[in-house]
């Protein structure tokens, strides 16, 4: 059974920072590729993040400069450090994992609410 739990998210005012993890069990995580994604107030989800089982990783334009994603394989969690939080990074963020058969696994997400 594929799970992904995220945790971290939480409340923080703007400028401040935020960890995020994502536990994953019942994949090959070494060999998948790792995103977070996230979902704003009234929004559609969108990618934040990526990390292909070589490292190379793909950011949003918003969040460039200011995000970091990497991943543990021996520990089989890929993590999202969030720096510079701004009050628009408010959203649900979650985890996602995609197999080499472009199979998607998702978390149930985390909240982060970034206050002024």
């Known amino acids: 059974q594929v799970q992904l739990e995220e945790s971290g998210g939480g409340l923080v005012h703007a400028g401040g920072s935020l960890r995020l993890s994502c536990a994953a069990s019942?994949?090959?995580?070494?060999?998948?590729?790792m995103g977070w994604y996230r979902q704003p107030p009234g929004k559609q989800r969108e990618l934040v993040a990526s990390?292909?089982?070589?490292?190379?990783?793909t950011y949003a334009d918003s969040v460039k400069g200011r995000f970091t994603i990497s991943r543990d394989n021996a520990k089989n969690t890929v993590y999202l450090q969030m720096n510079s939080l701004k009050l628009e990074d408010t959203a649900v963020y979650y985890c996602?994992?995609?197999?080499?058969?472009?199979?998607?696994?998702w978390g149930k997400g985390t909240l982060v609410t970034v206050s002024s």
């Open positions: 996602k994992s995609q197999t080499i058969t472009s199979i998607g696994y």
């Open positions: 019942g994949i090959r995580f070494s060999i998948n590729t």
């Open positions: 990390i292909r089982p070589g490292g190379s990783t």
